[in-house]
């Protein structure tokens, strides 16, 4: 999982890209790639 500063370039990366907060961190999850999450906070 990477950590960045900015998800906002992360959800562009695919369609299927979906942006979540959870207990106060914003993560980005994607269920057909798996490689592609991240976390912020």
Do not use: H, W, Y
């Amino acid at each position: 999982m990477k950590k960045t500063s900015s998800l906002k370039t992360l959800k562009k990366r695919s369609k299927t890209c979906q942006v979540v907060k959870r207990r106060g961190a914003v993560f980005v999850i994607d269920k057909e790639n798996p490689r592609n999450k991240a976390r912020q906070g």
